[in-house]
DNA sequence: TCCGGAGCTTGCGGCGGCGCAACGTCCGGT
DNA sequence: ACCGGACGTTGCGCCGCCGCAAGCTCCGGA
């Protein structure tokens, strides 16, 4: 097996602060790993084995009720570490995560969280600011639910993945990896149906464009009103 | 100024593997302070420069939204840690701390959360348990909000508080603290009247017995069949 | 090239829960 | 003992959103 190349982890927030011999021994000891779409990295309730580097591509963090319905927690960019359930004092992960779109993931054993956290300088810090800033969105999202309308919630769930994995496409800017009614309705607590609908008014309105598994926005502006009341 | 008692963090989580002296050490660093009902211990964006021990009360937690409208996060029963921000890399506090009830509380700096976490065998463990158990508490809250009906999800918050902070009276058990019926429609996402129509009905099939400000749960069965839809 | 299935759209009817409004009740302060 | 305010109850009407149903479109595989 070919050794990994040091560029990978140069600018990814939680080794940014290493030096090179530093981050070829944790290249050293990463398994690099290929999922499809749709593909699960790791499962709800199971035993925190490894934590990841998310490489390319997008996950998607789910978790389903006891009726068996979906619900998404958040969505994570390329660039960060998940299933960092050590950070957590947890054994098992709480959630699903599922491919959105193809990724390329590195990972090491979960013994070696706490090997990282004491031996690299700024490794611990930044890993507990990832918790934290998940922590901000779920508490965001606790927010939403609670006190804005389904039409509310969309707009801000678009807006939100816009800037999260956003492409500048002509017209507008695409949300960066495939993404179906049904996933949108499973994001904001609502149904296919409500979705398609707001996604129909709104391309009416020259909001956004959006073919089968695409959506872009053409306006931000305008879905930022909506978002706001 | 007193020593303060020994046996305040004896059995407290966070500290309990630690011995006498190391005990003594923390204790001595801390600062007591008392809270009235209502009182706010910090506030959400304000600075977090202290870290806290709730020695008795019940802390809701608690954030505002853009339009003023209150949302509960979670409840924290005596004995846990709250407004650990370090232990999520942030550098302010969250949330707004408001006491359920009058609450005691000892504090430390934040810096100091650092150093206990290097000094003292299975602080950093508890602290990030304490945290797993909040995100696992959030997503929960996620999944309710998202997929459940009102009616499942005040039952769902009762029996939680319950389980949390209940005391056993005659005829069944009490929530530990004082709670109104807007307090219960801002921790599901409701309304002060439905929660009153839906209080009232269970009243009249025996479930729930309440006076102002107070709730009493007469059958937890059932009304954990209603939970579960 | 055809077929099947996944994804998307749209109309219609129903209803859960909200907002308003009015009124009752309990408690604490002076 | 009284008064004022916070807390709680209940009826009514409305509407946002869901659930069902039917049909369309697009894409990939044999």
Redesign the interface.
């Known amino acids: 097996m070919p050794r990994l190349d040091e560029t990978l982890l140069r600018d990814v927030p939680p080794f940014r602060r290493l030096e090179g011999p530093e981050i070829r021994e944790i290249l050293d000891q990463a398994l690099p790993k290929r999922f499809d779409a749709g593909a699960a990295v790791f499962r709800e309730g199971h035993p925190a084995t490894r934590f990841y580097l998310l490489l390319d591509g997008t996950i998607r963090v789910m978790?389903t009720?006891?009726?068996g319905?979906q619900?998404t927690?958040l969505h994570i960019p390329a660039g960060q570490l998940f299933g960092i359930?050590?950070?957590?004092?947890?054994e098992t992960y709480?959630?699903t995560a599922v491919c959105a779109a193809e990724c390329l993931t590195l990972s090491w054993p979960m013994s070696l969280w706490h090997v990282f956290v004491a031996r690299y300088d700024g490794f611990a810090?930044?890993?507990?600011?990832?918790?934290?800033v998940?922590?901000?969105e779920?508490?965001q999202?606790?927010?939403d639910?609670?006190?804005q309308r389904v039409e509310q919630r969309i707009a801000s769930a678009l807006l939100r993945l816009v800037n999260q994995t956003g492409r500048k496409v002509e017209g507008g800017v695409e949300i960066g990896f495939p993404i179906t009614r049904q996933d949108i309705s499973?994001m904001?607590?609502s149904t296919l149906h409500t979705v398609s609908r707001l996604l129909s008014r709104w391309e009416r309105d020259g909001i956004v464009a959006s073919r089968r598994k695409h959506v872009t926005v053409t306006d931000p502006h305008r879905l930022l009103l909506i978002a706001?009341?």
Chains 1, 2 share one sequence.
Do not use: F
């Not at 359930?85 to 947890?90: E, H, P």
């Not at 810090?125 to 934290?132: R, S």
């Open positions: 978790r009720s006891p009726e319905e619900v927690s359930a050590a950070a957590l004092g947890r709480p959630a810090e930044e890993g507990y600011k990832t918790v934290g998940r922590v901000a779920m508490n999202r606790i927010m639910l609670a006190t499973e904001t607590g706001e009341g």
